[in-house]
């Protein structure tokens, strides 16, 4: 081999690594530039829920009963909701499952969006987003009793802080300097930690349908079953054109569009890291309630709405990949 053939080789080797080189800064940008999207997602779907308690509010205001707007949060998501089936065609249900969804449909729309209106009304919205979120601990206390799941120190550290922090939220009732325009009773906290309640029954459900339907298939089917479930309890009040477009906005951004922002981070996020950027909520939530409803806790509220998101973020660390599978939002 002449001296010019082996300068040939080294500089073809040099080119060949100068490429690689090239090529995998450019991949390791591309990874970022997705996880960046995946994160900027999941803060969209945060700060759509989080304007759901407020906006609930305005409804309120225009004489909108919070078991009316329930109503007519789950009815006008269905139509969303039942478009994004049938467009991806999955609209089918197993003839084992049809005992189940009414169940579902009840729990976890019925009640859940039902007790959430009722929190908002009775304790703010700042408060009803923050009670919603022990839901992670009622799912470690049900999973150990039903699917026989160990109860690790993390999950009984989170448990621990969870207890405290809703002592916290509620010595806030009793403050004199919790709310300037609204004062949390003892009702608000109990429809909170139902909301929570509820809301953790997601994960039971997820676990029996895991892999077998998308959520817009599901929720085809339990969304109109929860408002045939609140028909009953429901006082239909006039309604001015604000208060629809406040219906509206609740179905179509607060819950099907922040879905399916939160759907798409999934498919650019790990689901703990997804989980965790959606914790984003209740602080959005507290921030619109207070500058455009004046709402704000004392300073034990605080403390223990801190305490109950750093719960979430160590029951969120402990849980995995499990916790989205777990808890699918669609709050």
Not at 79 to 104: S, Y
Not at 127 to 151: D, G, I, R
Request: proline share 3%; glycine share 8%.
């Amino acid at each position: 081999m002449n001296q010019k053939t082996m300068e040939c080789q080294e500089n073809k080797s040099r080119f060949d690594s100068a490429i690689h080189m090239i090529m995998s800064c450019g991949n390791h940008d591309g990874k970022r530039s997705v996880k960046l999207k995946g994160y900027s997602y999941i803060v969209i779907a945060a700060c759509l829920w989080g304007i759901l308690g407020p906006i609930s509010r305005f409804a309120f205001e225009e004489g909108v009963s919070p078991l009316e707007v329930a109503f007519w949060r789950a009815l006008l998501a269905w139509g969303c909701f039942g478009i994004h089936a049938v467009l991806i065609r999955q609209v089918r249900i197993a003839r084992q499952d049809l005992a189940t969804i009414p169940i579902f449909g009840i729990t976890g729309v019925a009640m859940f969006y039902g007790f959430y209106q009722l929190a908002i009304q009775n304790g703010g919205a700042a408060m009803a987003s923050v009670l919603l979120y022990t839901a992670p601990a009622w799912v470690a206390v049900m999973a150990a009793f039903l699917f026989q799941e160990k109860m690790t120190w993390k999950k009984g550290t989170a448990l621990f802080l969870t207890l405290i922090g809703i002592v916290g939220v509620s010595l806030a009732a009793g403050d004199s300097q919790t709310q300037s325009n609204l004062t949390i009773s003892a009702s608000g906290i109990l429809f909170g930690l139902l909301s929570g309640f509820c809301y953790s029954l997601y994960y039971i459900f997820g676990k029996h349908f895991s892999g077998r339907y998308s959520a817009p298939n599901l929720f085809l089917y339990i969304l109109p079953i929860g408002a045939l479930a609140l028909f009953p309890f429901v006082s239909f009040a006039p309604k001015s054109g604000s208060a629809w477009i406040s219906l509206l906005t609740l179905a179509v951004v607060s819950t099907y569009a922040a879905y399916y922002f939160y759907y798409l981070g999934l498919q650019h996020l790990e689901a703990s890291r997804a989980s965790i950027t959606a914790t984003l909520e209740p602080v959005v939530a507290a921030m619109v309630a207070f500058f455009w409803w004046k709402e704000y806790f004392g300073w034990t509220g605080y403390a223990g709405s801190l305490l109950i998101l750093t719960a979430v973020i160590i029951m969120i660390a402990d849980t995995g990949e499990k916790t989205d599978t777990a808890l699918e939002r669609n709050t």
